[in-house]
């Protein structure tokens, strides 16, 4: 019998659970190999996939057993098999009914991204505390209430919640959407969120990924100089 959160080789050998570094590759070679199947290529080797992402090969295999035996020695990854098992250990090869909160510019932008839909991630749902916005039509989708919530999370099946409402608002708002049954959220807000260990939570502070690319052009600027 597996134990909660093992996942099993095509033998039927328990692989280990990949680190949070390794899924964020994954999504990388996913991008990587739906390009190259356009392109009409049907297999791929893990020196091809680590040179365009710039990691060794030796790591993409390492990334890649966790999908099972799907690769040969000196004939490489079968492209549309690889594909739907990265799709499937990522869990987008379903789909995921998404609620958003705030409707702000952001989530304007956000609504209107076909990527999202693409990968299965589709808005169901959307709230605001802004008596003008509510009942608005949005990308198709009316805006609700806060204190519908419940209701409309129940009828529409969300299963995950997008956040992009003030920081001050973001843990209360966090709170209800886990209460209405929400399994996971995307916090846009610097706020460090507190939820339930059931409830999971990615977050995107775009001005510390901003700060992240100025120290890399800085530290860049200053080797140049040496």
């Known amino acids: 019998m597996s134990k909660k959160g093992e996942a099993y080789t095509a033998e039927g050998v328990a692989a280990a659970k990949p680190s949070r570094a390794s899924v964020g590759r994954l999504s990388l070679y996913l991008r990587r190999l739906e390009m190259l199947q356009r392109e009409g290529i049907s297999k791929v080797s893990s020196r091809l996939l680590g040179e365009a992402l710039g990691v060794t090969d030796a790591q993409v295999r390492k990334d890649l057993a966790y999908l099972g035996n799907l690769g040969h020695p000196g004939i490489g990854y079968a492209a549309p098999k690889l594909i739907a098992a990265i799709r499937r250990v990522l869990g987008i090869d379903r789909d995921w009914p998404t609620a958003l909160v705030g409707v702000g510019n952001l989530a304007r932008a956000?609504?209107?991204?076909?990527?999202?839909?693409?990968?299965?991630?589709?808005?169901?749902?959307?709230?605001?505390?802004?008596?003008?916005?509510?009942?608005?039509?949005?990308?198709?989708?009316?805006?609700?209430?806060?204190?519908?919530?419940?209701?409309?999370?129940?009828?529409?099946?969300?299963?995950?919640?997008?956040?992009?409402?003030?920081?001050?608002?973001?843990?209360?708002?966090?709170?209800?959407?886990?209460?209405?049954?929400?399994?996971?959220?995307?916090?846009?807000?610097?706020?460090?969120?507190?939820?339930?260990?059931?409830?999971?939570?990615?977050?995107?502070?775009?001005?510390?990924?901003?700060?992240?690319?100025?120290?890399?052009?800085?530290?860049?600027?200053?080797?140049?100089?040496?």
Do not use: W
Request: hydrophobic share 50%.
């Open 110 to 226: 956000l609504l209107r991204y076909q990527g999202f839909v693409e990968r299965g991630f589709r808005f169901v749902a959307l709230f605001d505390t802004d008596p003008a916005k509510i009942g608005q039509t949005i990308e198709g989708l009316t805006v609700h209430a806060l204190d519908e919530m419940p209701v409309v999370l129940a009828a529409t099946k969300a299963e995950l919640g997008v956040l992009t409402v003030p920081s001050q608002a973001a843990q209360s708002v966090a709170e209800a959407l886990a209460a209405a049954g929400i399994r996971g959220v995307l916090n846009f807000t610097p706020q460090v969120l507190r939820l339930p260990a059931s409830v999971r939570v990615v977050s995107v502070d775009l001005t510390v990924q901003l700060e992240q690319l100025a120290f890399l052009v800085q530290l860049g600027s200053e080797e140049t100089t040496r």
